[in-house]
């Protein structure tokens, strides 16, 4: 399975802030997603990071709000903009290979005051 | 869409005892079924997963068996211990080359001494 690594583990910022989160991988992989994980709630997809082009995101996830690069197949960002409390969640990449498995990082936890 | 719908969202077992979690799922598409653990403060780690064309998978005291008839599938944790004290989330994988899975709300199992 991949090593997937995230940066930063935890953090707390105030509203109206930017938070970009770095995912770094340690093989090249087909596949990234970032998923958000609201306290005490199961995992959302947010949209598929795809390399070289515009993320593919799900419904209620806009560019605009979540900003997300992949420039290479083992690294990804995802930015959370002009946070408000309702972001604090665990935000969590996971990665994909050929056969539909997918691993996940250990996620980053963001508290918005 | 896919919906997945996972019982018991929480359980209590003594330690030895067996465990069952139970999904269903709506897309009769779906092909690829993934069970994760989730400790806290960390990322969901896949602890086994199911392909559409197997009906049962075992692996030491884990197992999962799957209907597709009706839908559904099972994982079943034998001889349990505390440390399997942990959140665990089922998912289906949408039948597409997109690599995307649908999870349950989770379960939390608590494994007493």
């Known amino acids: 399975s991949a090593v997937i690594s995230q940066k930063p583990s935890r953090d707390i910022c105030q509203r109206g802030t930017s938070l970009t989160i770095q995912c770094q991988v340690d093989?090249?992989?087909?596949?990234m997603f970032w998923y958000r994980q609201q306290p005490g709630q199961s995992l959302t997809l947010i949209a598929t990071a795809n390399q070289g082009s515009e993320a593919t995101y799900e419904s209620g996830f806009v560019i605009d709000k979540f900003p997300i690069s992949r420039p290479n197949l083992t690294f990804s960002t995802l930015t959370v903009s002009n946070m408000s409390p309702e972001d604090s969640s665990i935000y969590l990449c996971?990665?994909?290979?050929?056969?539909?498995?997918?691993?996940f990082g250990p996620g980053t936890r963001l508290t918005v005051l | 869409g896919e919906n997945v719908e996972q019982h018991p969202s929480t359980l209590s077992v003594q330690e030895g005892d067996s465990a069952v979690i139970k999904c269903t799922y709506s897309d009769s598409a779906s092909n690829y079924f993934p069970w994760y653990k989730q400790e806290l403060g960390k990322g969901p780690q896949l602890i086994i997963d199911i392909r559409s064309n197997v009906g049962e998978k075992k692996d030491q005291r884990i197992a999962v068996t799957l209907n597709k008839t009706a839908k559904h599938f099972s994982l079943h944790i034998t001889e349990t211990q505390p440390e399997d004290s942990a959140v665990y989330f089922c998912?289906?994988?949408?039948?597409?080359?997109?690599?995307?899975?649908?999870f349950g709300q989770g379960t939390t199992l608590q494994v007493k001494p």
């Open positions: 998912a289906a994988g949408i039948p597409s080359n997109t690599g995307k899975l649908i």
């Open positions: 093989s090249q992989v087909t596949m």
């Open positions: 996971s990665v994909g290979t050929t056969t539909d498995t997918q691993y």
